[in-house]
């Protein structure tokens, strides 16, 4: 694995709504929008990308409330509805007219989403590790999905903010890694640097605008798209995944959409762009190589 390239994600994009993006774009080529899940930012793409730039244009955005993006300014842009028209500003300030969409975990809905809303600026899709509708209640986590739903939908404010500041001040407790290796929420070989920042990514989320996304991620569905796609659509998932089962996730969405194609990484749980960036790599760009119009990858 290269040693990774900082991003920076210091351009930034206003929305109509006067939501402020961030977003970097890097490399030359054929291009290639990354598209974060909630609770992260684009430090999740960085072993992946640093590959990336040398053969692609490589455009990284932060969802509103995460990472250096601002606050949602109105409800829609605190939805995955909204989305892609926050996606399409940052494409155009970015100089790409199309690109192989990419999502990971959440950021797989947005990507549904923008072939709904915006087929033209796609020339691919591709999922990994994430459902195309209702995020929580599929997931084999230890807390079933019904509970974090209801909790979600009667949090407010002061008390969501305590919630996620809660859950990352237990993550650093003595033994917590441990835990979150052995119920695959993180990998196992999930780096203590790794942890950390996702620890704190979790931390500085906008606490009202990560709560409406997260509700809205559930009771959002793009299930109706997946039969609808007529570009390349490669659908990644992990064994180990508990967020997203592949038996609950993966399988029923490549099921559903005709010509999808299906890789599963026996070890992988959610944290698989961390831990597993090479496997990734190497799927997507031959992925790629047969199925993408005028990709152009170094043999």
């Not at 609770?39 to 992946?48: A, E, G, M, R, V």
């Not at 797989?108 to 796609?122: D, G, I, S």
């Not at 992990?238 to 609950?248: C, E, K, L, Q, Y």
Request: hydrophobic residues 45%; contains cysteine; proline residues 6%.
């Amino acid at each position: 694995m290269q040693r990774p390239l900082p991003i920076d994600n210091n351009h930034r994009v206003t929305a109509d709504d006067g939501t402020v993006i961030a977003y970097s774009v890097s490399g030359e080529g054929p291009a290639l929008v990354l598209t974060n899940g909630l609770t992260t930012s684009s430090f999740f793409w960085k072993y992946l990308r640093t590959g990336w730039i040398a053969h692609h244009r490589v455009i990284t955005w932060d969802l509103p409330g995460h990472g250096r993006s601002g606050p949602a300014r109105s409800s829609l842009s605190a939805t995955i509805a909204g989305q892609p028209a926050l996606l399409a500003k940052v494409m155009a300030a970015a100089g790409v007219t199309q690109a192989t969409q990419i999502g990971w975990s959440v950021g797989c809905q947005v990507v549904l989403e923008v072939y709904r809303q915006r087929p033209e600026l796609c020339n691919a899709l591709i999922t990994l590790f994430g459902p195309a509708e209702h995020a929580l209640r599929n997931t084999a986590l230890p807390v079933p999905g019904s509970w974090l739903e209801a909790l979600l939908g009667h949090s407010r404010g002061t008390y969501f903010a305590m919630l996620v500041q809660r859950l990352a001040q237990a993550a650093t407790l003595p033994g917590a890694a441990a835990v979150l290796r052995k119920t695959g929420i993180i990998g196992e070989d999930t780096s203590t640097a790794d942890l950390r920042q996702l620890i704190n990514d979790l931390g500085a989320v906008h606490s009202s605008t990560g709560r409406r996304m997260a509700v809205s991620a559930e009771a959002h569905s793009a299930w109706d798209v997946l039969g609808a796609v007529h570009v390349p659509y490669l659908i990644m998932a992990g064994d180990r995944d508990a967020f997203a089962p592949p038996r609950r996730v993966a399988m029923r969405m490549h099921g559903a959409s005709p010509g999808s194609e299906l890789v599963r990484l026996p070890r992988a749980t959610h944290t698989a762009l961390l831990d597993h960036a090479d496997q990734i790599a190497v799927v997507i760009d031959d992925f790629i190589r047969r199925r993408v119009a005028n990709a152009q990858i170094a043999p």
